[in-house]
């Protein structure tokens, strides 16, 4: 069992940033790769940025390449998502998730969610 919090969600303007945090506790929390997703409003929960368990691979979604930074501290058991340059389009609820199975980017391979922590945009 893995429970994930995360923090760090406000209101922020356009070209600003925010590090987004994720505190990870549970069994065997150094085994899971963690992803950050967001969901907008009226739309479908999205992947926004992927580290593996080992921290060596990273993976982003398109829209946010250049701009996000995924990393994870093993010995914290923390997880961060440092966003710079944001935009209005990056309004969302951004979740953290833990996925024990094999490399994924989809929702449906990731095990066990965070309750959300919304980031307004403002412009």
């Known amino acids: 069992q893995v429970r994930l919090v995360e923090s760090g969600g406000e209101l922020v303007q356009v070209g600003g940033s925010l590090r987004l945090s994720c505190a990870i506790s549970?069994?065997?929390?150094?085994?899971?790769?963690v992803g950050w997703f967001r969901q907008a409003h009226g739309q479908e929960r999205e992947f926004v940025a992927g580290i593996s368990k080992t921290n060596i691979i990273r993976h982003y979604s398109d829209s946010v390449k250049g701009r996000f930074t995924i990393s994870r501290d093993h010995a914290m058991n923390t997880a961060y998502l440092e966003m710079n340059s944001l935009k209005p389009e990056d309004t969302a609820i951004y979740y953290c998730?833990?996925?024990?199975?094999?490399?994924?980017?989809?929702?449906?391979?990731?095990?066990?969610w965070g309750q959300g922590t919304q980031v307004t945009v403002s412009s």
């Open positions: 998730a833990a996925n024990s199975g094999a490399w994924s980017t989809s929702s449906a391979d990731f095990d066990s």
């Open positions: 549970g069994d065997r929390v150094t085994m899971f790769e």
